[in-house]
């Protein structure tokens, strides 16, 4: 059974950074995409950024050029760089895993782990 489990949230003010990680029980480059995404309380969860076969990037208009998605296959491990931090980041960070050729919908994510939350401060 696939297992994620994130790490790396916390509390940090407007204009920092975190770097979140997410360690996954097997080989990460037999998923077609790893992703991660946010939902913030009463909002649907919306995904923030993929990386497809570990090559190629994909980030939600709402965070590009501020995060930075990246992995480490010797540990299997995803991260997400988060830089510039504004409030309306704050939310629950999740990782997913997918084999589909899947975009940034949440439906098309079988695998995902238990989240971390990211609060920034104003």
């Known amino acids: 059974q696939v297992q994620l489990v994130e790490s790396g949230g916390g509390s940090v003010q407007a204009g920092g950074s975190l770097k979140l990680s997410c360690a996954v029980s097997q080989n990460i480059n037999s998923f077609r995409n790893m992703a991660w995404f946010r939902q913030a309380p009463g909002k649907e969860r919306e995904g923030v950024a993929k990386f497809y076969r570990g090559s190629s990037a994909y980030y939600a208009d709402s965070v590009k050029g501020r995060f930075t998605i990246s992995q480490d296959n010797a540990k299997n491990t995803v991260y997400l760089e988060m830089n510039s931090l504004k409030s309306e980041d704050s939310a629950m960070y999740y990782c997913?895993?997918?084999?589909?050729?899947?975009?940034?919908?949440?439906?098309?994510?079988?695998?995902w782990g238990q989240g971390t939350q990211v609060t920034v401060s104003s």
């Open positions: 997913a895993a997918t084999y589909l050729g899947a975009g940034l919908s949440p439906e098309n994510y079988p695998y």
